[in-house]
């Protein structure tokens, strides 16, 4: 069993191929190699069905302790991934850093938020560590 406190320094990357009518699955070559830039630790895991993002980050933070969490996909994969770390039962919610490299059709909480618009922009806002807590009411 691997010490949970080496998997803090690690990021859990959940690929929704489907986002974005597929774009995604087209766009992942590239968003995976500017992930590797990042110089971190890289668990990447894809999904297969509804809700299974949320399974995804379930298991692995309670199971793995992970911590960081990247989701590469749409609202809708981003939304499942929150529910995960509302359900996993490890750590506190302001405890697990969510990053998002947008890839949906919509991509409403990144215009929200006003998230870059370019792959490489993302990611390098999760890399400089920006963050902003959330309240999901």
């Not at 499942?80 to 909480?109: C, H, M, R």
Request: proline content about 3%.
């Amino acid at each position: 069993m691997q010490d949970s406190h080496e998997n803090h320094k690690k990021w859990l990357v959940v690929v929704n191929p489907h986002a974005g009518s597929n774009k995604c699955k087209k766009d992942w070559p590239k968003i995976e190699k500017l992930l590797q830039k990042m110089g971190q630790e890289l668990v990447i895991v894809f999904t297969e069905r509804q809700n299974h993002a949320m399974e995804l980050v379930i298991s692995h933070t309670d199971e793995n302790g992970m911590k960081n969490i990247i989701v590469v996909g749409g609202d809708g994969t981003l939304n499942e991934a929150v529910n995960g770390i509302f359900k996993q039962k490890k750590y506190p919610t302001d405890e697990i850093t969510l990053g998002l490299v947008s890839v949906g059709t919509g991509n409403d909480w990144g215009r929200t938020y006003e998230m870059p618009d370019t792959y490489s922009k993302q990611v390098k806002m999760i890399q400089k560590g920006h963050t902003t807590l959330q309240d999901v009411g």
